[in-house]
């Protein structure tokens, strides 16, 4: 069993930056998905486990950026210049696969969510 556990969450102006954290034992592809109200759940970004592949939503490229530190078993989600759209419940989640899936149902393993919100 993997046990993901997020932080870094918060409430920001828009263009503001937060830098969100998932620390996750095991080699496994990571990604990043969010929910907002009344919405159905999005990928946001993916990770292989070396890192060499990366993978992100039309929504937040060049905004966003996936990476991890496998020393430290962490992946993290820089998010830069952030929207009021954003605002959602993020989780990250493992997958034991090379590269990371873009589809939830692909992914093996769930974190329990960090609020972002971004105010306008």
């Known amino acids: 069993q993997v046990q993901l556990v997020e932080s870094g969450g918060g409430l920001v102006q828009a263009g503001a930056s937060l830098r969100l954290s998932c620390a996750a034992s095991g080699r496994y592809a990571m990604g990043w998905f969010r929910q907002a109200p009344g919405k159905e759940r999005e990928f946001v970004a993916g990770?292989?486990?070396?890192?060499?592949?990366?993978t992100y939503a039309d929504s937040v490229k060049g905004r966003f950026t996936i990476f991890r530190d496998n020393a430290k078993n962490t992946v993290y989600l820089q998010m830069n210049s952030l929207k009021a759209e954003d605002t959602a419940v993020y989780y990250c989640a493992a997958a034991p696969t090379i590269s990371a899936p873009t589809i939830s149902a692909r992914y093996d393993y769930w974190g329990q969510g960090t609020q972002v919100t971004v105010s306008s």
């Open positions: 990770s292989s486990y070396s890192g060499s592949r990366t």
